[in-house]
């Protein structure tokens, strides 16, 4: 087992390679060992050069709604109306802490998502 950390996008295609070889492998076996250590280096090499940005609050709020198969009627009591849902998931208006709150219990996003500033529509 020759392990070292991966600097090059070549070394991490090698890695990906050597990690299919090794990904069935038994568990309390050397392979297995290999394993564990080559997806923490890939891991880290993808948190480096491939790492994906958490979405603003209102694109999170949309994933969400998707996943969970809501329309924007649903959100008319955590927005507090209609319209205010539209304004809120167009950017034309901010969302408030009560806002906040009720998305954090509804739609169980997390409040560091929901907090972060986003430019509103012009």
Do not use: C, W
């Not at 205010?84 to 009720?102: A, C, D, G, Q, Y």
């Amino acid at each position: 087992m020759d392990i070292k950390p991966i600097r090059s996008e070549k070394e991490y295609r090698q890695t990906l390679s050597r990690m299919e070889l090794l990904f069935d492998s038994a568990v309390g076996t050397t392979e297995s060992d290999e394993a564990n250590i080559l997806a923490l280096l890939i891991d880290d090499y993808e948190q480096k050069h491939y790492s994906i940005e958490a979405p603003d609050p209102i694109e999170a709020i949309k994933i969400r709604m998707e996943e969970m198969g809501l329309k924007q009627k649903d959100l008319v009591q955590v927005f507090g109306g209609k319209s205010r849902v539209s304004e809120i998931l167009h950017k034309k208006r901010k969302l408030t802490l009560e806002m906040i709150r009720n998305l954090i219990e509804k739609l169980d996003l997390s409040a560091d998502t929901l907090v972060k500033d986003y430019p509103l529509a012009d």
